[in-house]
């Protein structure tokens, strides 16, 4: 039996919420070319100069402090992965090789993007540049005739190629406990420890400063956003939303420089990291797990202190919800067939479930999880609820409604089942799982 009214949870979406649905809808999906242009102008001045990790950090540190940002009017969680609204960016250092199909984007049959003019030249001027030495190229060089036919017969596509960090689940725990300065703390202590006699001495020594690159990076991101807000706050004419601005100025203010304090910092915190491996390298089933228990001291601190509603808490899970939609790729033909609706495919929130006790551990936070997907009802995020024998009735009954929305999710897991799978796999010998509770 849950510990609160289930009978108080929001039913509706606000009109906050409903109007940025709207607006993010009526936004005609484009392609963006700020990224490459960035990245292209470090590779060439850089490239032979550092080792590939340290490039690789510079050149998203670059497109952190140099990518156009903006902020729409009904957001009060606020980072984009692109440079324009409801926008793919391009990463040329992965594949390029789309350009041979640019004049078809806007008239192709799946995930049509718009393409400006300034756009497809500012593309194909760089495209030179890249061709021939991307890691798409090289996996072309290694295929055999015999893949080349299944991908021509269309029992093969291509859409992680464009793709580079993919398939984990960050520690945003981590990050929400020690903040972006905790972590830099960490890595410059590393770094001092490190023995010039070591024979790996310089590949250590490249990955901390890379890291280092990262982090400063992020905190530049952040400020910009930052300073934006602040701007806009002088400049806003209406009132609410000008208290608003100032509010979320002072969020950014504080992270993800700093530990979180407050719901809405740990979820400004957990999206602004979510952007990052999106925007470094295309970022393909980037997760954030268990979203409901790392966040939820949070929302329960302030439910508790009295400085956030059950409403406001539902509209910020609302949008941040709606936030995830507006990551877009830039497939080529035949991957747009595989992943039509401009899906990008897995950034999964996992909510209910045990603890490493077996105890349940569902809270208000995973109803209200629950809730944002029946409020925003699209493709994203991949959403998953975890039952077992423990599950309260309430969660169940609220989760069949979720699931009644008709958008498909949320993902039904069994975690008597894969948890005794996972630990099975993680003792008989493979050690390739490992199971986190």
Same mark, same amino acid.
């Given at each position: 039996? /849950? @510990?609160?009214?289930?009978?108080?949870?929001?039913?509706?979406? !606000?009109?906050?919420?409903?109007?940025?649905?709207?607006?993010?809808?009526?936004?005609?999906?484009?392609?963006?070319?700020?990224?490459?242009?960035?990245?292209?102008?470090?590779?060439?001045?850089?490239? *032979?100069?550092?080792?590939?990790?340290?490039?690789?950090?510079?050149?998203?540190?670059?497109?952190?402090?140099?990518?156009?940002?903006?902020?729409?009017?009904?957001?009060?969680?606020? *980072?984009?992965?692109? =440079?324009?609204? +409801?926008?793919?960016?391009?990463?040329?250092?992965?594949?390029?090789?789309?350009?041979?199909?640019?004049?078809?984007?806007?008239?192709?049959?799946?995930?049509?993007?718009?393409?400006?003019?300034?756009?497809?030249?500012?593309?194909?001027?760089?495209?030179?540049?890249?061709? *021939?030495?991307?890691?798409?190229?090289?996996?072309?060089?290694?295929?055999?005739?015999?893949?080349?036919?299944?991908?021509?017969?269309?029992?093969?596509?291509?859409?992680?190629?464009?793709?580079?960090?993919?398939?984990?689940?960050?520690?945003?725990?981590?990050?929400?406990?020690?903040?972006?300065?905790?972590?830099?703390?960490?890595?410059?202590?590393?770094?001092?420890?490190?023995?010039?006699? @070591?024979?790996?001495?310089?590949?250590?020594?490249?990955?901390?400063?890379?890291?280092?690159?990262?982090?400063?990076?992020?905190?530049?991101?952040?400020?910009?956003?930052?300073?934006?807000?602040?701007?806009?706050?002088?400049?806003?004419? @209406?009132?609410?939303?000008?208290?608003?601005? !100032?509010?979320?100025? +002072?969020?950014?203010?504080?992270?993800?420089?700093?530990?979180?304090? =407050?719901?809405?910092?740990?979820?400004?915190?957990?999206?602004?990291?979510?952007?990052?491996?999106?925007?470094?390298?295309?970022?393909?089933?980037?997760?954030?797990?268990?979203?409901?228990?790392?966040?939820?001291?949070?929302?329960?601190?302030?439910?508790?202190?009295? !400085?956030?509603?059950?409403?406001?808490?539902?509209?910020?899970?609302?949008?941040?919800?709606?936030?995830?939609?507006?990551?877009?790729?830039?497939?080529?033909?035949? /991957?747009?067939?595989?992943?039509?609706?401009?899906?990008?495919?897995?950034?999964?929130?996992?909510?209910?479930?045990?603890?490493?006790?077996?105890?349940?551990?569902?809270?208000?936070?995973?109803?209200?999880?629950?809730?944002?997907?029946?409020?925003?009802?699209?493709?994203?995020?991949?959403?998953?609820?975890?039952?077992?024998?423990?599950?309260?009735?309430?969660?169940? @009954?609220?989760?069949?409604?979720?699931?009644?929305?008709?958008?498909?999710?949320?993902?039904?897991?069994?975690? /008597?089942?894969?948890?005794?799978?996972? +630990?099975?796999?993680?003792?008989?010998?493979?050690?390739?799982?490992?199971?986190?509770?």
């Amino acid at each position: 039996m /849950a @510990d609160f009214d289930i009978n108080r949870l929001p039913a509706k979406p !606000t009109e906050r919420v409903i109007k940025a649905k709207e607006m993010f809808l009526e936004e005609n999906p484009e392609m963006c070319c700020q990224r490459a242009i960035i990245y292209t102008e470090v590779y060439r001045n850089l490239s *032979g100069r550092c080792p590939t990790i340290l490039l690789r950090a510079k050149a998203l540190c670059r497109t952190l402090e140099e990518l156009p940002i903006f902020i729409q009017p009904q957001e009060v969680i606020v *980072g984009h992965s692109a =440079s324009r609204p +409801r926008s793919a960016e391009v990463f040329p250092e992965v594949n390029i090789n789309f350009t041979d199909e640019i004049d078809q984007f806007e008239t192709r049959k799946y995930n049509r993007l718009r393409v400006r003019p300034e756009v497809r030249a500012s593309l194909l001027e760089i495209a030179p540049f890249w061709k *021939g030495n991307t890691p798409h190229d090289y996996l072309m060089r290694q295929r055999t005739a015999a893949i080349q036919n299944a991908y021509v017969c269309g029992l093969l596509s291509d859409p992680h190629e464009g793709s580079g960090f993919a398939h984990v689940a960050m520690n945003y725990q981590q990050l929400l406990q020690f903040g972006i300065n905790g972590m830099l703390e960490r890595v410059r202590k590393q770094r001092d420890t490190l023995n010039r006699s @070591d024979p790996a001495y310089d590949g250590k020594l490249a990955f901390y400063d890379a890291e280092e690159e990262v982090c400063v990076g992020v905190l530049v991101f952040a400020e910009r956003y930052r300073r934006l807000e602040k701007k806009m706050a002088v400049q806003e004419k @209406d009132p609410c939303r000008k208290v608003e601005l !100032t509010a979320i100025s +002072r969020v950014l203010a504080r992270v993800p420089a700093q530990p979180a304090s =407050s719901f809405h910092e740990a979820l400004q915190m957990v999206w602004l990291m979510q952007l990052i491996p999106q925007i470094e390298s295309n970022g393909f089933s980037i997760s954030l797990g268990r979203l409901d228990q790392y966040c939820w001291p949070y929302l329960k601190a302030d439910l508790a202190a009295g !400085t956030i509603t059950l409403e406001q808490a539902q509209e910020l899970l609302d949008l941040l919800w709606l936030k995830f939609c507006e990551i877009l790729r830039v497939d080529s033909r035949d /991957a747009a067939e595989v992943n039509a609706g401009y899906y990008v495919a897995g950034q999964n929130i996992e909510v209910g479930g045990v603890d490493r006790g077996g105890h349940d551990c569902t809270n208000l936070l995973s109803y209200l999880c629950l809730n944002a997907n029946r409020h925003i009802q699209l493709h994203q995020p991949n959403f998953t609820i975890r039952l077992h024998a423990g599950t309260p009735q309430e969660f169940l @009954d609220h989760a069949v409604g979720s699931i009644a929305c008709g958008n498909g999710m949320p993902q039904v897991l069994n975690d /008597a089942v894969i948890i005794q799978h996972l +630990r099975h796999s993680s003792s008989g010998g493979t050690g390739l799982y490992r199971c986190r509770l």
